[in-house]
Each structure stands twice: as C-alpha cells, then as structure tokens.
C-alpha cells in the first residue's frame, strides 16, 4: 500500500498538472480517467474495431480544436489534455500524448488515393488536424511505423476532420483497399479521399 506521502505527491502532482481551473468538477476529472482506461494497447488505444469495419468509431482526438468535432464525438479523449496526457504517462502503455511536431524522416508512399489501408498489423485510429499531426501521434505509439491518413466522406459521424490510421508495418498504395461504403445512420454512405500513406523507415514497398 503506497505511504501516505507518496499518495499525497502523486495527488499533488496531478492538481498541479490539471491547473487551476475553478470550471474543472469531479465529473469531468472521472471522464477523463475512465478514458485513460479505454486508451490501452489490448484495446486498440480506444478504436478495437478497424476504421473499415461497420459500427467502428475512433479511438482519440489529437488537433487543436475539439469543438469541431461532430456531437456524436464529443467524448472522445482529446490528446491536449493535459490531466488526461499525465495519466497516460504514469499508465506508461506505449500511447502517449504527442509532445512536439514530429520529427518527420517519414517517407511518402502513395498520396491523393480513393481507397485507405486495411491490413493485419492495424494499431489503432483517431481524427486529427492535419497529416503532421497524424505523424506526430505514431511517433508517440510503440511500434507504429506508418501512418494512412484520409478523409471519410460521410462517415465517423460526418467528422470533416482527417482520420489517421496507424500501423506497425510499412504499405503500399496495393493495401489501400478501404473504399467505404459503409452505410452511416442517416442512410448516407461513406467513401473515402485523400489518402495518404507514410512510412517512418525507409521501406521496399512499390507504389
């Protein structure tokens, strides 16, 4: 059982990472530790369900601003958090909040596709801002060497946000085979745009 001046640094340090924001009530402090416990690697970090599967929805946000995600999204762990990022550390299960752009050193292997990546080796899946910050949150998952980010036209809720798609092995524009055509709940269905696919080392992968 930890002593008591353990306990009471670690609750300390968590205040002192929260801030001291006078809006923040125990209720938004219990989402946010009920999140951490979805963002697990047994879990595909939030997302167990492949983004080609019907019924799948993201696992995590990482941007800037999470007002633009759509309502039904609203409750998806944001990744600037900062009490939720001190929690993933301290939880120290290969996913954490990105910390700086990435380093890049990523080569490009196909671009401007109609179809996204579907293979064995899938990680887990989020939305985000932009490709940088799709990078930025692989350079932040052990194990994930290539990233597949894209538009989904009409699905994750209508998000007009990009999806980002991580993986532990490099593909090519072959495995881009993702084309939608799943079937939302207001009847409208799915396609895909902009997909593009990055792999951190360099890889023998023909596009």
Known sequence: MPSFSTLFVTITAALLVRGADNSTDSSNTTDTTIATDTLTSGNSYGAPLTPWEQGTTPGWYYGDNPDNLPDSLTDLPWLQDSYLCWLLEQQNDGFQCPTSPSSDGYTQLFSNLTGATEAVDYMTYGLVDTVEACKAMCDSVNGCIFVNSYHDVNGKNGSP????????????????????????P??????????????KQKCSCSA
């Open 186 to 199: 207001d009847g409208s269905i799915d396609y895909i745009t902009n997909s593009d696919g990055y792999c």
């Open 161 to 184: 946000l990009l999806t980002c798609s991580l993986f532990s092995q490099c593909h090519s524009a072959a495995d881009s085979i993702n084309r939608g055509g799943q079937t939302q």
